[in-house]
């Protein structure tokens, strides 16, 4: 299995501040033939299922914020959220669809400093 | 827009089997373009697998819980289930189904959205 590891576990971070999560795969999400990493972002807050952010590592869903990016490839990824807004308060995973299982990271928290 | 809502039992027997269906509504479990999906969270903890289908009857399962699951999609009600067997504490958790995209050369394999809104399962006598 590919195991997903998240660092921080929580960070504070100030409103309009950037924060910056981490994620890293056990092995490489990167499939050579198309040149894709199939990993994803999620947002989970309080009470809530899971919301998509980005998928394909740095494609960003519709509909949300352009604040929110991701970067990386291989095996070390990051999710920034560029100018934390208070609405942003939540848990996000990040999970590789490279191959099965699916895997998900552990998780990191994000508060408002 | 794609709805997607969890229903069965909250309360269920150490060694029973749990069992539940997800209904989609605005849109059609037939669809080519996807999969669909189950995920559990116990509570205060991170998601797990725990598999997937697509509507020919296709299966995809986490391993770890593979002897024990079986999902079926039932396409003229527009649902598709999850069981369960032999439940312990271990299992107790937030119970979510999703829907997964077709990826090329990638079956079975996605990303998950939407979510639906989740149904705790105890397990607990």
């Known amino acids: 299995d590919i195991v997903m590891t998240q660092s921080p576990d929580s960070l504070a971070v100030s409103l309009g501040e950037r924060a910056t999560i981490n994620c890293k795969s056990s092995?490489?999400?990167?499939?050579?033939?198309?040149?894709?990493?199939?990993l994803a972002w999620y947002q989970q807050k309080p009470g809530q299922p899971p919301k998509l952010l980005i998928y394909w590592a740095s494609t960003r869903e519709s509909g949300v914020p352009d604040r929110f990016s991701g970067s990386g490839s291989g095996t070390d990824f990051t999710l920034t959220i560029s100018g934390l807004q208070a609405e942003d308060v939540a848990v996000y995973y990040c999970q590789q669809y490279y191959v099965t299982p699916l895997t998900f990271g552990g998780g990191t928290k994000v508060e408002i400093k | 827009q794609l709805q997607l809502q969890e229903s069965g039992p909250g309360l269920v027997k150490p060694s029973e089997t749990l069992s539940l269906t997800c209904t989609v509504s605005g849109g059609s479990v037939t669809s080519s373009s996807y999969f669909w999906g189950w995920i559990r969270q116990p509570p205060g903890k991170g998601l797990e697998w725990i598999g997937s289908?697509?509507?020919?009857?296709?299966?995809y399962y986490n391993a770890s819980l593979k002897s024990r699951v079986t999902i079926s999609v039932d396409t003229s009600k527009n649902q598709f289930s999850l069981r369960l067997s032999s439940v312990t504490a271990a299992d107790t958790a937030v119970y979510f189904c999703?829907?997964?995209?077709?990826?090329?050369?990638?079956?079975?394999?996605?990303?998950?959205?939407?979510w639906g809104q989740g149904t705790l399962v105890t397990v607990s006598s």
């Open positions: 092995q490489s999400v990167l499939y050579s033939s198309n040149n894709k990493n199939y």
């Open positions: 999703a829907r997964c995209p077709v990826i090329t050369a990638a079956m079975g394999r996605g990303w998950f959205d939407p």
């Open positions: 289908i697509y509507f020919s009857g296709s299966t």
